[in-house]
C-alpha cells in the first residue's frame, strides 16, 4: 500500500490556498494520468478498500476534526480542478465515516 501523509491543518480559509497550489500540481506535472479528491476518517482502510486496485497512491492532504472544515475543502478543490480529476460530484460523494478526525486525501494514478 503506498500511502502518504503530508498534512496541513487549520481553518480551510488559511489552507485553500496551499492545497489547490498543491493538488493542481499533478495536472501539470504530466506524470499523472488521473486523480480524485476525497474525505474519509480511516485513510488506510479507504485506500485499500476502494482505491488499491485502481489508483497507484493515497496522499493524505489536510486533517481536521470538523467535518464540515474537511467538506468545504474538498469541494473548493474538486471545483478548482473540475477538469481534470475522477470525481463525479463536487464533494461528499463517499463513505465519510462517523468519528473524528477527518481527512482529506488525493488518490493517484500515475
Same mark, same amino acid.
Request: hydrophobic share 35%.
Given at each position: 500500500?503506498?500511502?502518504?501523509?503530508?498534512?496541513?491543518?487549520?481553518?480551510?480559509?488559511?489552507?485553500?490556498?496551499?492545497?489547490?497550489?498543491?493538488?493542481?500540481?499533478?495536472?501539470?506535472?504530466?506524470?499523472?494520468?488521473?486523480?480524485?479528491? *476525497?474525505?474519509?476518517?480511516?485513510?488506510?482502510?479507504?485506500?485499500?478498500?476502494?482505491?488499491?486496485?485502481?489508483?497507484?497512491?493515497?496522499?493524505?492532504?489536510?486533517?481536521?476534526?470538523?467535518?464540515?472544515?474537511?467538506?468545504?475543502?474538498?469541494?473548493?478543490?474538486?471545483?478548482?480542478?473540475?477538469?481534470?480529476?475522477?470525481?463525479?460530484?463536487?464533494?461528499?460523494? *463517499?463513505?465519510?465515516?462517523?468519528?473524528?478526525?477527518?481527512?482529506?486525501?488525493?488518490?493517484?494514478?500515475?
Amino acid at each position: 500500500m503506498r500511502l502518504f501523509y503530508d498534512l496541513d491543518a487549520g481553518r480551510p480559509q488559511e489552507v485553500l490556498s496551499s492545497l489547490r497550489r498543491r493538488v493542481s500540481s499533478f495536472t501539470r506535472q504530466g506524470s499523472v494520468r488521473k486523480f480524485k479528491i *476525497g474525505i474519509t476518517n480511516n485513510p488506510e482502510r479507504r485506500y485499500r478498500q476502494a482505491y488499491a486496485k485502481a489508483y497507484d497512491e493515497m496522499l493524505v492532504l489536510y486533517k481536521s476534526s470538523s467535518i464540515a472544515s474537511v467538506s468545504e475543502l474538498e469541494s473548493e478543490l474538486v471545483h478548482h480542478n473540475w477538469d481534470f480529476c475522477d470525481n463525479l460530484v463536487g464533494g461528499g460523494g *463517499g463513505g465519510i465515516g462517523r468519528t473524528s478526525p477527518y481527512f482529506l486525501y488525493v488518490v493517484i494514478k500515475y
